[in-house]
T-cell receptor, first 109, second 118 residues
């Protein structure tokens, strides 16, 4: 009963922007959108989260549509080290984090 | 961000033995900790949620008598896999969240523990 839908895989050229989409059409008003990534055999790494407004930090930007039914994670200048599985998660504050299948992003030279 | 550690990072044990995995929040008090399991090429599956000082809440299909969780302090939770069998071989990951303070509403993950049962 995943709450989000992501493409299973994407490729991106090194140095270009990587735009990872996520559909969360059943999101509730009090649910946040979180993005994590997991590099092989490591724990998930927090990237960014937001509620309604677009957010930017040193790692990425998060664009949430006005109806909040979808979002896009943007890595502005992808590097080879950004190759990972990216997870989009919707979550009520302080509740558990449930992972879907994620998107396997491969950054190519 | 805050740091969550796990120990050991890798463990190999014989079938029938018990294995304890520790999860520590190093620079914040974790009122809630979560335990996940991840099989190869699959996503993380939530096993249980533990709040400091109370019994853990297990997800459907997770045997509480096999996966013992203790959350005795605000910085430490342990997962004990009792009478481990080869099918318990997996990557176990913990995460921690804080009810208050500057890390409120964030969840931080440990680096994971690779368990191999022979």
């Amino acid at each position: 009963d995943a709450k989000t839908t992501q493409p299973p895989s994407m490729d991106c050229a090194e140095g270009r922007a990587a735009n990872l989409p996520c559909n969360h059409s059943t999101i509730s008003g009090n649910e946040y959108v979180y993005w994590y990534r997991q590099i092989h055999s490591q724990g998930p790494q927090y990237i960014i989260h937001g509620l309604k407004n677009n957010e930017t930090n040193e790692m990425a930007s998060l664009i949430i549509t006005e109806d909040r039914k979808s979002s896009t994670l943007i890595l502005p200048h992808a590097t080879l080290r950004d190759t990972a599985v990216y997870y989009c998660i919707v979550r009520v504050a302080m509740n558990d984090m449930r992972f879907g299948a994620g998107t396997r992003l491969t950054v190519k030279p | 961000g805050a740091v969550v550690s796990q120990h050991p990072s890798r463990v190999i044990c014989k079938s029938g033995t018990s294995v304890k995995i520790e999860c520590r929040s190093l620079d914040f008090q974790a009122t809630t900790m979560f335990w996940y399991r991840q099989f190869p090429k699959q996503s993380l599956m939530l096993m249980a949620t533990s709040n400091e000082g109370s019994k853990a809440t297990y997800e459907q299909g997770v045997e509480k008598d096999k996966f013992l969780i203790n959350h005795a302090s605000l910085t430490l939770s342990t997962l004990t896999v009792t009478s481990a069998h080869p099918e318990d071989s997996s990557f176990y990951i913990c995460s921690a969240s804080a009810l208050r303070g500057r890390h409120y509403n964030e969840q931080f993950f440990g680096p994971g523990t690779r368990l191999t049962v022979l």
